[in-house]
C-alpha cells in the first residue's frame, strides 16, 4: 500500500504544479538594481552624486536620490546608467509615466544589445503593469526573450 499513497502523492503534486506554473508568470519582478558604475563609464565628478543617489535609494529616499542624479546629470547629460537610476527613483515615488519616458532616454544613449538596456525594458514593463497596460508591458516582455 505505501506505494499506492506515493503515487498518488506525486500525481497530486505534479497536477499541482502544472497548475500553478502559468500564474508565476503574472507575478511582477521587483525592478533590479543598475549595474555598478564601471560597467558604464562615469565621469569623477558625476561618480560620487550617483553613489549618493544608490545610498538614497537603498534607504528610500527617492526624493534626495533625484537631487543627486539631477546634479550629475547636469555634468554628464549623455550617461544612460545616470538616467537609468532617475527612472528608478521615479518608479520608488509612483511616477509610472515618467519612469517609462526616462526608461526610453536611456536605452536612447545604449546599444541595443547592452544589459542595462534590458534592465531598462525589465523596469518599463513593470511601470506598464503599474498603469494597467499589460499589452504594452508584454511587448516588453517579448523584446526580453
Known sequence: MPNFFAGRRLLWSCLLLILLLPGCALLELKPTRPPEPEAIPISPQAAPLLASARQALDRQEPA????????????????PLLWHTLAQTKYQQGDYAQTIQLGLRSNALLPQSAPLARENLRLMAA??????????ARQLDEQLR
Open 64 to 79: 534626495a536620490a533625484e537631487g543627486y542624479l539631477e546634479r550629475a546629470i547636469r555634468l554628464e547629460p549623455r550617461n
Open 127 to 136: 511601470a506598464h503593469r503599474r498603469l494597467g497596460q499589460e499589452d504594452k
